[in-house]
């Protein structure tokens, strides 16, 4: 139980051009969703928490209009990367709990890694 | 400011023997601390969690100590195996659920 994929795994993309990236929870339902990007050998940063029909509470620092969350289902979070640059490049990870905004029981996506040319 | 240490960034050790990674923090009052493991090019997989009430915690092969006083938390991996070699991470979390991450230890297990 507690499953959560990402799609896609894997994405190489021109600069300039926007990416998304979907976020489900398999057999649970998602209240709140929590992304985060990690560079190489670095820790995971949280950017952003999505509650389900609600808007994202970015972090500081994360920039709002250039990582657009959308969490309009209790299984899908999609976050879409606009305008993306080479300094965008990074491994983007969802997580999802059950409980709203609870950080105790959350459960993490495969990743996605962006590569931005 | 608020600063998580996982003071080592790689660890070798022999298989069978116990592994020990620690995370230390600064500035900050934790309501709980998590340990995830990591592999290379994956999301992080929940290990165990602790609360700033308890002082150890054991799931099979693992234990996790927190010291609020130290400000210390110790993962020990007993009777290690290859399958073990991983990234792991410490997380500390507030009250307010407001989570924030270590940069990791890399742990190989040699046969």
């Known amino acids: 139980g507690a499953v959560v994929s990402q799609h896609p795994s894997r994405v190489i993309c021109k600069s300039g051009t926007s990416v998304k990236i979907e976020c489900r929870s398999l057999d649970f339902q998602a209240t709140t969703m929590f992304w985060y990007r990690q560079f190489p050998k670095q820790s995971l940063m949280l950017m952003a928490t999505?509650?389900?029909?609600?808007?994202?509470?970015?972090e500081q620092g994360v920039e709002k209009d250039k990582f657009l969350i959308n969490h309009a289902s209790l299984t899908l979070s999609t976050l879409t990367v606009t305008s993306a640059h080479p300094e965008d490049s990074s491994f983007y990870i969802c997580?999802?709990?059950?409980?709203?905004?609870?950080?105790?029981?959350?459960?993490f996506g495969p990743g996605t890694r962006l590569t931005v040319l | 400011s608020q600063k998580i240490e996982q003071n080592s960034e790689a660890l070798n050790i022999q298989e069978g023997k116990t592994a020990t990674l620690t995370c230390n923090y600064t500035n900050y009052s934790p309501a709980y601390l998590q340990w995830y493991r990591q592999d290379p090019g994956r999301g992080p997989v929940f290990l165990l969690l602790i609360r700033e009430n308890e002082k150890e915690k054991r799931k099979e092969r693992l234990k996790v100590t927190f010291d609020t006083t130290l400000k210390q938390s110790l993962f020990h991996i007993t009777a290690s195996q290859p399958a073990d070699s991983a990234t792991y991470l410490c997380?500390?979390?507030?009250?307010?659920?407001?989570?924030?991450f270590g940069s990791g230890t890399r742990l190989s297990i040699r046969p």
């Open positions: 997580s999802a709990s059950a409980l709203a905004g609870r950080t105790d029981t959350q459960y």
């Open positions: 997380a500390l979390a507030s009250s307010a659920s407001k989570i924030i």
């Open positions: 999505s509650n389900e029909g609600s808007k994202a509470t970015y």
